[in-house]
């Protein structure tokens, strides 16, 4: 059976770091496109960072470009998020989905190119 699992959100003042993981079981996230998404209060979900199965493919939003970083790591089957700079409008739950690429493929920030989705975690910027 397919499973995402997202953990490492919480609470953190404006400006500070957290690191996502989204841990997969039941497949392999090699042959996999993965992106994260989120969503505030109020506002639909937004993509905010993808990796693709060709090499070095990776896109984030504009808002967060040199602040977040994305990686993947094959050995636990884990894809991370490193958010550093956190801003208090990027407050919400924090989702990571999958897709199964048959050959190599760039990343899409769409959320209909995504099959597979875990349940969130919360990430709260706040003084």
């Known amino acids: 059976q397919v499973h995402l699992v997202e953990s490492g959100g919480g609470l953190v003042q404006p400006g500070g770091s957290l690191r996502l993981s989204c841990a997969a079981s039941?497949?392999?996230?090699?042959?996999?496109?993965i992106a994260w998404f989120r969503q505030a209060p109020g506002k639909e979900r937004e993509g905010v960072s993808c990796?693709?199965?060709?090499?070095?493919?990776?896109d984030y939003a504009d808002s967060v470009k040199g602040r977040f970083t994305i990686s993947r790591d094959s050995a636990k089957n884990t894809v991370y998020l490193q958010m550093d700079s956190l801003r208090p409008e990027e407050t919400g739950v924090y989702y990571c989905a999958a897709v199964e690429e048959e050959l190599p493929r760039i990343c899409i920030l769409r959320e209909y190119e995504y099959d597979y989705w875990g349940q969130g975690t919360q990430v709260t910027a706040s003084s």
């Open positions: 990796i693709g199965t060709t090499d070095g493919n990776i």
């Open positions: 039941g497949f392999t996230l090699d042959y996999h496109s």
